[in-house]
């Protein structure tokens, strides 16, 4: 246990976060709106945002998890929240720190998530903001050009 976050929790949310990662952008969309999900604009424009969604939704339907920690994880592994519990932290980081991923900062922050969780998942969110925001300006310049 470290960041007192039980890694039992971490584990199943760690295999079952990504359980609807391959569905194409119409199933996503189809199988969102048959659980009644609200769906938002950024979803509706990027669909495989809702698989965090979709994938704790399928976790509790095919394997029965019905830990709402391990739910709230796989929901929240994607974009992060507002409100976020340090097993939340734990997921988002190592999805967004995973070794295959080549930004700058990357251990840097993998070593920052070592020492302080909420300082790392703060910093993490911002850099994806930055980096979400310089891609859509750059879509934005390209279109127009
Ligand atoms: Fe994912």
Same mark, same amino acid.
């Given at each position: $246990? ?12 760690? $295999? &079952?976060? +990504?359980?609807a ?6 199933? @996503?969309t =189809? ?9 938002? /604009? #950024?979803?509706?424009? !990027? ?6 969604? @979709?994938?704790?939704? %399928?976790?509790r *339907?095919?394997?029965?998890? *019905?830990?709402? *920690?391990? &739910? ?10 507002? *409100? $976020?519990?340090?097993l +939340?932290?734990?997921?988002? %980081? #190592? +999805?967004?720190?995973e070794?295959?991923? =080549?930004? #700058?900062?990357?251990?840097? %922050?993998?070593e920052?998530? %070592?020492? +302080? @969780?909420?300082?790392? =998942?703060?910093?993490?969110m911002?850099?994806? /903001?930055?980096? !979400?925001?310089?891609?859509? /300006?750059?879509?934005e310049?390209? /279109?127009?050009?």
């Amino acid at each position: $246990m470290r960041h007192r976050v039980s890694t039992r929790k971490a584990r199943i949310a760690g $295999m &079952l976060h +990504d359980l609807a990662r391959l569905y194409s952008a119409e199933r @996503l969309t =189809t199988e969102s709106q048959a659980r009644g999900f609200t769906i938002s /604009a #950024a979803e509706r424009e !990027h669909p495989t945002l809702l698989h965090a969604r @979709l994938g704790a939704a %399928l976790a509790r *339907e095919r394997f029965g998890i *019905e830990d709402p *920690e391990v &739910l709230s994880a796989i929901e929240k592994h994607t974009t992060g929240a507002d *409100e $976020m519990s340090p097993l +939340d932290c734990v997921v988002y %980081l #190592a +999805d967004s720190l995973e070794p295959h991923r =080549t930004f #700058a900062e990357r251990s840097e %922050l993998w070593e920052l998530a %070592l020492r +302080d @969780l909420r300082a790392a =998942t703060r910093e993490t969110m911002r850099l994806a /903001a930055v980096h !979400h925001a310089r891609k859509r /300006a750059h879509l934005e310049v390209s /279109a127009s050009s």
